[in-house]
């Protein structure tokens, strides 16, 4: 199978430690951090699950990944997060006129909305592939109806849902945490587990509903997969791959 991921990229960066006192200048906690863990995020983390699952997805990405951060600071007995911070946030837009979409199977858009990718982008992609799949930070709308499958957990339904016609609700697969997944208003359930980091669970979903769709034909069985990936990983600390 010939996959192409398009979306922003950053680095995941946890700082693993602990809070034993206040500041003597403010009442907040000192963090003294003792380990430190980097990967790859948003759309590199989608293409990692993707080679974890055994295909070779190509990537595009913005250049400049590696300086666009998201740094958490974990307590590492509890693995509390006491603050998340972000640099380098906004990120200049894809060139995708060189790009031969015909040549792959799926194209899958992991669209964090900092700028890389417009809406008229999107809908662009969508016509160059009958196979496209998207997990998007935008308000739904008209301009995503040519997409053929749309991930988004609750949340992101409900700040969409005015702005939905039945074309578009059609194709959406809602992520809903330990509740599972629906699609066509069908529940597809998952296994209560410890629940211990979230974090690029998203990501692994929709890595893992992407291939098994493409060996399947079937988004019920891809469904249901995906479910069993982000469940494997929202049980490791930080972002994991399946």
Known sequence: MRILVIGESCRDIFHYGECNRLCPEAPVPVFNSERVVDNEGMAKNVQRNLISLGSNPELYT??????????????????????????????????????????????????????????EDIRFISLQSDCTFLDTKKQLGEWCKGIKFIKINNNELERSRKHLTEEVYEKIVITLGKEGAMHKGI???????????????????????????????????????????????????GVSVV
């Open 187 to 237: 529940l597809y359930p998952v296994d209560e587990v410890e629940i211990k980091d979230t974090s690029g669970a998203g990501d692994t979903f929709l890595a893992g509903l992407v291939y098994k769709y493409l060996e399947s034909n079937s988004i019920e069985l891809a469904i249901s997969f995906a479910n069993d990936c982000a469940t494997s990983v929202v049980q490791k600390r």
């Open 62 to 119: 913005n250049n400049n990944w590696r300086g666009v951060t998201k740094t958490r600071f974990v307590d590492a007995r509890v693995n509390h997060m006491f603050m998340r911070l972000d640099v380098n946030d906004e990120i200049d837009r894809a060139k995708l006129d060189n790009i031969d979409f015909k040549a792959y199977d799926a194209i899958v858009i992991s669209d964090y909305d900092k700028g890389f990718l417009t809406e």
